[in-house]
């Protein structure tokens, strides 16, 4: 890929308004989350480097992928002023559900949105392919970031699940295990950005005054038994609220200095937090159903837990609003979600999962979010019908005026644009992006940490 030809459109999901650790907080290459030095942040750019940026290429279409992000909830949000940057993409654009087809199994979903394709053709059917936690190795259909480059399009995407670990020739890819310590080096081109440098430099403390009044014990595991209610709450806070926060701002920081940096086309951004933290604190935003199942739920926790998630969703407006000044001023934003949220007291009483697991209470339900801006953008327009994951590529390929697949399974959103916009377009049709390097059989990749990220994956519920 170069990094010179002139923009099509941007694709682009970040956070460049991000706060950041300081000393005294978690260091990612840590596979623990106990303080420890934080890492050193990168030294001011040079004058010269600065000139750089002020010549430099603007994406001209930004995709925002954000994992649980429940479409009734943004609603609700935008509506009462507590989320005024997605509130003004809505008012400049238009918002529609999307209906979850394919499940709601997250790799599944964005795996369908990055290639068109349901899992029978993709490859990607869960969290594990056999014994191992899924990665792009076991993918067999090309994805928008093998696509783009390849048609002169300068891509830099960052987070994306399933995009561990990286291919050749996909532009600035940062894949979506680059946060943690032992990939950081993971990138494409090497070199082009350290995930590291942009660790959240603020203080535990700093965190969570942002979330909850909730007394956390940084020293929990030692200081209360298992079976004590409040290791619970501190385990989630630990595993559903600070870990999170780190992930979502080290894409943040690394997007804002690969915007700067680099001549773009389109920027891709993917976030998990509000997926993380409405698994793990719905009995105390919404407690009435687990209430109703004879869930023991102290007011007092309800007090001081209830808003982390609106405060979730408010901090990712915030990185919303930091993106927008990383892309064009005619950008077009796309922004989804894979799936939405609600209520799950049944997780509590389950033995097929982890004891972690049954520390949850929220879980995915078959509506997500779909948000178009830009002047491009029909204001307020209605879809024609049902808008599934498999439309998204589509659409992508759409605005950049690129050619339709007849073996891609959705169709372009064109009602949503303008008539001058959809004027403008070709409309051309090939048969397949394929390749024959993608129809080939690839090895499976496997890593050490492996048998981690499985716990993990237990952890959440997601494999048992």
């Known amino acids: ?72 909830l943004v609603r609700r949000w935008t509506k009462d002023g507590a989320m005024p940057n997605l509130a003004k993409l809505i008012d400049a654009g238009t918002m529609a559900e999307i209906d979850c087809v394919v499940g709601t199994s ?36 090309p994805t928008f970031w093998t696509i783009l480059p390849d048609r002169g399009i300068d891509l830099a995407t960052l987070g994306w699940m399933v995009s561990w670990p990286s291919e050749d020739d996909t532009g600035i890819m940062v894949p979506d295990r680059a ?40 020293k929990y595991a030692k200081n209360l038994s298992e079976d004590d209610p409040r290791y619970s709450v501190h385990y989630l806070i630990q595993h559903r609220l600070l870990k999170i926060f780190r992930r979502d701002g080290i894409y943040a920081g690394a997007a804002r200095e690969v915007a700067h940096e680099n001549d773009l086309d389109v920027l891709a951004v993917y976030f998990q937090g509000p997926d993380y933290v409405s698994h793990g604190f719905w009995q105390w935003f919404e407690p009435e159903p687990f209430q109703k199942k004879d869930w023991n739920i102290p007011q007092e926790q309800i007090d001081a837990l209830g808003d982390v998630i609106p405060a979730y969703y408010r901090h990712v407006d ?15 934003v796309i922004l989804l979600s894979d799936h939405g949220f609600q209520p799950a007291p049944a ?36 879809a024609d019908g049902r808008i599934t994951h498999f439309d998204i590529l589509p659409t992508l390929l759409y605005a950049l005026d690129l050619p339709q697949a007849r073996d891609h399974r959705g169709r372009p959103l064109e009602e949503l644009f303008t008539e001058d916009f959809r004027g403008a377009r070709k409309k051309q049709t ?10 080939s059989a690839k090895p499976t990749v496997r890593s050490e940490h492996d048998v981690e990220i499985i716990e993990e994956l237990r952890s959440l519920g997601y494999v048992q």
Request: no cysteine; aromatic share 6%.
């Open 430 to 439: 090939i048969e397949t992006y394929v390749t024959t390097d993608d129809a």
């Open 179 to 218: 946060w943690l310590g032992r990939f950081h080096e993971d990138v494409r081109p090497k070199g082009v950005v350290e995930p590291l440098h942009h660790v959240p430099h603020m203080r535990r403390e700093e965190i969570l005054e942002r979330f909850t009044t909730f007394p956390f014990d940084p």
């Open 318 to 332: 915030e990185i919303v609003g930091g993106l927008l000044p990383l892309v064009d001023d005619d950008a077009l």
């Open 347 to 382: 997780w509590r009483n389950s033995k097929d999962y982890s004891i972690e697991a049954r520390f949850l209470s929220g879980n995915h339900r078959k509506k997500a979010t779909l948000v178009l801006a830009g002047p491009q953008v029909a204001k307020g327009a209605p």
């Open 1 to 72: 890929m170069t990094l010179r030809r002139l923009p099509s459109l941007l694709v682009a999901f970040l956070v460049a308004s991000l706060p950041t650790f300081a000393a005294g907080e978690p260091d990612p290459r840590a596979t623990s989350t106990d303080e420890v030095t934080a890492t050193p942040q990168k030294a001011p750019s040079s004058a010269p480097a600065a000139a750089r940026r002020a010549d430099r290429k603007k994406a001209k279409i930004l995709l925002i992928g954000i994992d649980g992000l429940d479409p009734e």
């Open 106 to 141: 997250s790799p599944v979903v964005w795996t369908t949105v990055a290639t068109g394709v349901p899992p029978t053709l993709h490859g990607i059917t869960g969290f594990k392919i056999g014994d191992d936690p899924v990665n792009s190795s076991h993918r067999s259909f």
